[in-house]
């Protein structure tokens, strides 16, 4: 149950339900049985819709379906949220992640629901987006339940904690840090329990071992007594049910207490998740070897609007370079452009990419998933060469198992898988150059952890779009790049200390 004025962090693994959970809340989704029962109006922030993200649907045209007054969602846009020259005609398609995140934020703050469920709301958003953020929550006056992976972002905003495990809802008092404790608390005495319930079944067990020596025992006994002519045959009878009425009591006794300890181990027993694994291969390649360039280069959108201009980068075999800058900057369309990946784009200048090196890009918005189209299918688009058997393997290695999961269309997918989807279809064959556009978004740590590895033993060039400080310092980021008033600079060095590098980053953002 979700109380008045509550703040919920929902935290649990993908695909563990958290999305279901909140959609049958606000009562997108009908829960198979059982009942909801709600009082006033919610609100609910996809975390991603897939078809949303690439639909033709203009900004008016889709507001306008939303709020009668749908003006009212822009000005809210431009003074709560700094987006001062969108251009309502523009598709949705056209808008970045992080625009998007927000355009959903201004239609909740409009709409001033009762209860709002925002679906991992900081993926997209830049660090002065998230501080923006963290203040509308703190002045939003109703009930909110919050899925994300980000435990300072939960630190923040919440004050109740609801984990899904093993297909069932825990609540825990306080915000992340505090369900961290409890947890590690709970998991402790579980092991703690759990090798006490091991000693107490191997030491029934002995028992059981020293009960069946001693029943063996008094059955040789029993034999000799029966060839004794000195007792009558009651005396014989007495003593052999005597023992036999012990040894049974002995024997029910202790298969109780086995089974008793039996249970407590698998009560005890801890839940080991299951991990992506991420296998990257890269063509034969020398460091320093130049597999990208751009020089004076100027990227404009189809209306004239300049992103970029004077961009001076090179990206050469070996190379770890980190791309950021406030929303709207033009991160994305910047790394379009130089790997010539929209026709929506205007280039000039001079870019290069090395003809024999293998790219692959991986956008946030996903764009390499088709959502009408099955996993399996969706593999075999990007990855003709591979065997049906080759592809099984590869979905199994992020943890699509069975032949439902593979068989099902991609649209109904949650955004952490989703994510795992199309990093099987990238990392499926060699890449000299991995492009990747806020790749932690939508994905749980576990996940996190598998890309990270995979990523730290890649031997080839990464360019990554990413405001995940965390994520960067731990994959060796050894470039910084900032898009900032259509200028792009390369930072000098890159601080090791995480907490100086993202005061860095600030600073820039800031200027």
Known sequence: SLGSKERVGLVGPNGSGKSSLMKIMAGLVQPTSGEVIRSGQSYYVPQLDLPLFKSDMSILEYLSSIHDEWWDITDLLERKFGIHDINIEQTLATLSGGELIKLHLAIALTLNPEVLFLDEPTNHLDLPSIEMLIEFLYEYEGSFVVVSHDPFFLDQVTNTTWEIEDKKANRFGGNYSDYREQKAAILEGRARQHEAAKKELDKTK?????????????????????????????????????????????????????????????????????????????????????????????????????????????????????????NGAGKTMFVKALLGESASLKAEGESYLAPDSKVVYLSQKYEIVDPDLSLVENMQKTNRDLSYEQIRKLLGNFLFFNQEDINKKASVLSGGEVARLAFAMITAGPVDLLVLDEPTNNLDIDTVDSIV???????????????????????????????????????????????????????ELES
């Open 206 to 326: 002995k028992a059981i071992q020293r009960e069946q020596e001693r029943a063996g025992k008094s059955r040789r006994t029993g034999k000799a007594l029966k060839g004794d002519r000195s007792m009558s045959a009651v005396e014989k009878g007495f003593f052999k049910n005597k023992a036999s009425a012990t040894a049974g009591r002995n024997k029910a006794k202790l298969d109780e207490s086995a089974e008793d300890a039996k249970e407590k181990i698998q009560a005890t027993k801890a839940t080991h998740r299951r991990k992506a694994h991420v296998a990257l291969e890269t063509e034969s390649g020398s460091r320093g070897r130049t597999l990208a360039r751009t020089n004076k280069f100027k990227v404009e959108l189809q209306d004239g609007r300049t992103l970029v201009e004077n961009a001076e980068m090179t990206i050469s075999y070996g190379d770890r370079i980190v791309l950021t800058g406030r």
């Open 453 to 507: 590895n995979a990523l730290e033993d890649f031997p080839g060039a990464i360019i990554t779009i990413s405001h995940n400080i965390d994520f960067l310092s731990r994959i060796g980021v050894e470039q910084a790049y900032v898009i900032n008033d259509r200028k792009l600079k390369r930072l000098g060095t890159i601080p090791e200390n995480e907490e100086e590098f993202y005061d860095e980053l600030m600073s």
